[in-house]
Every structure is written in structure tokens, then in C-alpha cells.
């Protein structure tokens, strides 16, 4: 039975008309605008763990890079099953994104430096040996970049007297409430979005 709800509650808001451009866009401005994003692994235990993670860079496709250090134990999730999820919630507006996909580690030195802010320092501190002191050339910094193969959003396009309006009337007929526009991207829109270079 709930799948049968959850079915028609997802019909009454899927939206397949706008074009895979328009939604990109979208999906970059929801992305930009939400600075902390849960970033959810699998333990070798086979246990879901999600983190809070600062998106660094966001990149054409979606695909997402954060830092992070060698030691943590979220790069063992990532050895062990590198398959993740980023979840983005804006609680203002109940807009919210869910990209899943890929990851993989880095060190690349080039990419670090890139990516690299003096407000990292305070994540990694400084243990006094010249060589671990949170700058740039800190051997523990790592970075972690998720390839995005599919994407779902939702986005608020009412007003919330009527996100309210709708939800009274879904409890008094036994629709499911139109509350936003539900969008999907999948492998092949992302792939097309890198090649364009979609930013």
C-alpha cells in the first residue's frame, strides 16, 4: 500500500516538461545557495553514516568536491564502497536535493591549492612540527570528489499560503497536494551538462 501512496504522491508532482537546461540551472542555484550538505556513506559493517560536509566547488554536472582529511574514517566508507549520496536541504524554503553517485580521493596538490581557504586551518589544527599546521602543503588534507549519476530536487514555486491551501485540501479529498515541482536528471542529462560545460 505505501508504495502505491508514495507512487502517487511522486505523479502528482513529477515534472518531465521542463526542458534538461532549465533544470540545470535550477540544480546549480539550489546547490550554490546551501552552503552544508550531508554526505552519506557505507561502513564496512554495511551501516549508513552521513556527515555534515562544506561543498567546496561545485563543477558542471554536478559533481561536487570537499575536503577532507586522509585520516578520517569516512575515506574507509569510501574504500570499502565508494557508491554515495549528498543531500541538501534548505529548511526556508523546503527545497531540497539529492545527488547520487561516485566517489573518489585525492591528493592532487594542484587541486588543493585551488581549493584551499585559510578557514581550513581551523579543521585541521596545528600539532607544532612545521609539517601538520593546516596550510596548504598539510599532508592530511584531502579532497573528495563525487561524480554525480543521478539527481533528484524539489523546488518551491508556490507561495506558502498555497503550499498550506494545498495540503488542507489533499487531507479533505485524499489527493496527494501539488506542493512543487519534483525533477529528476539521470546519467545521460548530467553527461550532457559536463560536455557542455553548463555552469
Known amino acids: 500500500m505505501s508504495s502505491n501512496v508514495d507512487a502517487s504522491s511522486k505523479a502528482r508532482n513529477l515534472d518531465e516538461t521542463t ?7 535550477e540544480l546549480y542555484k539550489l546547490i550554490d545557495g546551501i552552503e552544508t550538505a550531508m ?12 556527515r555534515a560536509m562544506q561543498t567546496r566547488q561545485r563543477v558542471a554536472g554536478a559533481d561536487i568536491w570537499f575536503v577532507t ?10 574504500h570499502f564502497d ?5 543531500a541538501y536541504y534548505k529548511p526556508s524554503t523546503s527545497d531540497w536535493v539529492s545527488v547520487s ?4 580521493i585525492s591528493q592532487d596538490k594542484a587541486k588543493i591549492a585551488e581549493l584551499y581557504q585559510p578557514d581550513l586551518k581551523a579543521w585541521f589544527g596545528d600539532l607544532g612540527d ?8 598539510d599532508p592530511r588534507i584531502a579532497l573528495v570528489f563525487v561524480k554525480a549519476e543521478s539527481v533528484h530536487y ?7 499560503p498555497r503550499v498550506l491551501f494545498e495540503i488542507v485540501r489533499g487531507s479533505l479529498t485524499g489527493e496527494r497536494p501539488a ?11 548530467l553527461a550532457t551538462a559536463r560536455a557542455s560545460g553548463q555552469k
Open 82 to 86: 565508494s557508491n554515495v549520496n549528498v
Open 154 to 160: 524539489q523546488m518551491q514555486n508556490k507561495s506558502a
Open 130 to 137: 612545521g609539517i601538520h599546521n593546516g596550510e596548504v602543503n
Open 39 to 50: 554526505l552519506t556513506t557505507r561502513n564496512s559493517n554495511g551501516q549508513l553514516v552521513s
Open 101 to 104: 553517485g561516485t566517489a573518489t
Open 179 to 189: 506542493v512543487g515541482p519534483l525533477r529528476e536528471l539521470g546519467a545521460s542529462e
Open 19 to 25: 526542458s534538461n537546461e532549465q533544470q540545470i540551472a
Open 69 to 78: 582529511n586522509i585520516k578520517s574514517h569516512k575515506l574507509d566508507d569510501l
